[in-house]
Nanobody, 123 residues
Framework: QVLLVESGGGLVQAGGSLRLSCVAS????????VAWFRQAPGLEREFVAT????????YYADSVKGRFTISRDNAKKLVYLQMNSLKPDDTAVYYC????????????????WGQGTQVTVSS
């Protein structure tokens, strides 16, 4: 069982930065791949980034590549999403999700989800 809680969302101007955090409970967190997804009003949930249990493999959506960075600290059971050069199109609720095994870009295999944190980027 893994419980995930996101934080760090807020309101920021276009071009600004935010760092989202996802803290996990559970003894085997370092066996789970973790991903960030986001959902804007009226749109489907979309993949943002994912990281392997070791932190050595990361994957990004094309829309955020070069601007967002996912990282993790297994000792602290934390996963971060550093978001730079934010655009109004990045406005969404951001969700942290975890799955046992390898990272994937589809949301279906992810077993555990946080409650989400709102990110709003003004123009």
């Amino acid at each position: 069982q893994v419980l995930l809680v996101e934080s760090g969302g807020g309101l920021v101007q276009a071009g600004g930065s935010l760092r989202l955090s996802c803290v996990a409970s559970g003894r085997t967190f370092n066996e789970y791949a973790v991903a960030w997804f986001r959902q804007a009003p009226g749109l489907e949930r979309e993949f943002v980034a994912t990281i392997s249990w070791s932190g050595y493999r990361t994957y990004y959506a094309d829309s955020v590549k070069g601007r967002f960075t996912i990282s993790r600290d297994n000792a602290k059971k934390l996963v971060y999403l550093q978001m730079n050069s934010l655009k109004p199109d990045d406005t969404a609720v951001y969700y942290c999700a975890a799955k046992f095994g390898q990272p994937e870009v589809n949301s279906t295999p992810y077993t555990y989800w946080g409650q989400g944190t709102q990110v709003t980027v003004s123009s």
